[in-house]
């Protein structure tokens, strides 16, 4: 799923590029290769899949936590999705540091 993101994106800035700023097909395209490097691949990848855990972990643990009700239902979902927002922005944050540290 991260990898289609990925391409998508590139490809959505390849149509902002020919037809918003008027740049080239093979311009654009050694641009990216030239930006673009397999370490920026891998650190998303990583990155996506720290998240899918994260989101995880937080679904399971605010649903074993759930009541019986219809109305506890939706507070432990509203509890899965905050504890994931807050979950996914400390991640980012910590792997930001990492990649700093490490020179990335």
């Given at each position: 799923?991260?990898?289609?993101?990925?391409?998508?994106?590139?490809?959505?800035?390849?149509?902002?590029?020919?037809?918003?700023?008027?740049?080239?097909?093979?311009?654009?395209?050694?641009?990216?290769?030239?930006t673009?490097?397999?370490?920026?691949?891998?650190?998303?990848?990583?990155?996506?899949?720290?998240?899918?855990?994260l989101?995880?972990?937080?679904?399971?643990?605010?649903?074993?936590?759930?009541?019986?009700?219809?109305?506890?239902?939706?507070?432990?979902?509203?509890?899965?999705?905050?504890?994931?927002?807050?979950?996914?922005?400390?991640?980012?944050?910590?792997?930001?540091?990492?990649?700093?540290?490490?020179g990335?």
């Open positions: 799923m991260t990898l289609y993101a990925d391409l998508m994106g590139i490809l959505g800035g390849l149509i902002v590029g020919v037809m918003g700023l008027d740049l080239g097909v093979m311009e654009y395209y050694n641009m990216s290769k030239e673009v490097n397999l370490t920026n691949i891998g650190i998303g990848i990583f990155s996506g899949f720290t998240f899918g855990i989101i995880a972990m937080a679904g399971c643990l605010r649903g074993m936590q759930c009541g019986r009700s219809a109305s506890a239902v939706g507070d432990a979902t509203r509890s899965a999705v905050v504890t994931s927002i807050v979950s996914i922005i400390v991640a980012t944050a910590i792997i930001t540091v990492v990649c700093s540290i490490l990335f």
